[in-house]
């Protein structure tokens, strides 16, 4: 009862010897790190950020989009149309999937997850089938009906790699919680915890829901 109404600081004082249970999940963490990358991108239009995990759910490459090593973020244009293509961004930047894969601190990303903040198009689904990434969460499909994209689609169906988009926090079903005392830890499945403040000390008791309030 009273650890859904406190502060975590003060839940800890008490309920010391439990876990925390309302953390950041991890896909939540993984979108989050690549939302952070998209952060570091140059493009004044649209950043993206890409986060590559293994199977043990480890980080193996983080990357955002930008102009290629060495060619300085001054000279090449970012500009989104001109008269000439050759002056527009669209020849230049490496999007955030390709230097997240260029970036791998792994020997290869064979059976990985990506996280990406827009859906990959067509030049990023070759480069993630050929590289041997599994599956594919991404935050934003803007360019849905774009013809990359459905080439993109397409590629990925044809390679059996799923994409899923991210389910935002609050469209999520509510983290399981104890049906009678709403607290979150799974301990709590079928007991209540209640605490009584008994002579300056508070005393937790285990209540079998089935008695609890009777
Ligand atoms: N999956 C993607 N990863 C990316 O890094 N990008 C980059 C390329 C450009 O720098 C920017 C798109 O610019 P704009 O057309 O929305 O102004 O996002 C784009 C896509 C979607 O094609």
Redesign the pocket.
């Known amino acids: 009862i009273w650890r859904d109404r406190l502060s975590s600081n003060a839940a800890i004082n008490y309920f010391p010897f439990l876990k925390r249970e309302d953390i950041l999940e991890s896909a939540q963490y993984f979108m989050g790190v690549a939302l952070l990358a998209a952060q570091r991108s140059r ?1 004044p ?2 950043q ?1 950020g890409a986060c590559i995990v293994n199977e043990e759910k480890k980080i193996v490459g983080v990357g955002y ?1 930008g102009m290629p090593n060495g060619c300085g973020d001054d000279t090449l244009p970012w500009r ?1 149309s001109g008269d000439n293509p050759v002056e527009t ?1 669209y020849f230049y ?1 490496c ?3 390709l230097n997240a894969i260029m970036n791998k601190n792994s020997a290869d990303l064979k059976g990985c997850t990506i996280y ?1 903040t ?4 067509n030049e ?1 689904s070759k480069l993630l089938i050929q590289a041997g990434i599994k599956n594919v969460i991404y935050l934003s499909d803007k ?1 849905h009906d774009d013809e ?1 994209t459905v080439a993109s689609r397409w590629m990925l169906d044809l390679a059996g790699i799923p994409y899923h988009e991210f389910i935002q926090n609050e469209k999520r079903p509510a983290p399981s919680r104890c049906f009678r005392c709403r607290c979150f830890t799974s301990f709590h499945r079928n007991k209540c915890m209640e605490t009584t403040k008994i002579n300056n000390k508070y005393i937790i008791e285990r209540r079998e829901h089935s008695t609890y309030g009777r």
């Open positions: 493009d239009s649209t993206v989009n989104r961004k930047v999007h955030a999937e990406v827009l859906f990959p198009c990023c360019y990359k």
